[in-house]
């Protein structure tokens, strides 16, 4: 499903326009302004009952290797975005 199908499925389930549907999956989800985004980048966690928790994690710095030349490579320490379902979602999804 993407964002525009899911405009249209939200809008038919709450009977608001997709219009003001797209704005709040927009407010929410935005990148350069939504909620979650921005909480993420202040360093906290956005809980949502029943369906997950979105987090930042730290990633350490690596070393790797250039698959063409086989030279070493450092990868920085990276803030990485992620997601836990949370135990309703998952036991809908198992069984």
């Known amino acids: 499903m993407n964002k525009t199908e899911l405009v249209k499925t939200l809008a038919s389930r709450t009977g608001l ?19 979650v985004p921005g909480e993420l980048a202040a360093g906290r966690a956005v809980a949502i009952r029943g369906f997950g928790t979105f987090e930042v994690r730290l990633a350490a710095p ?5 698959p063409r030349t086989g030279e070493p490579v450092q990868i920085p320490a990276q803030a990485r975005p992620t997601w836990r379902p949370a135990a309703p979602l998952r036991e809908r999804l198992n069984g």
């Open 62 to 66: 690596r070393l790797a290797r250039n």
């Open 17 to 35: 326009n997709q219009r003001d549907v797209g704005a709040v999956l927009d407010a929410l989800f935005d990148p350069a302004g939504g909620v």
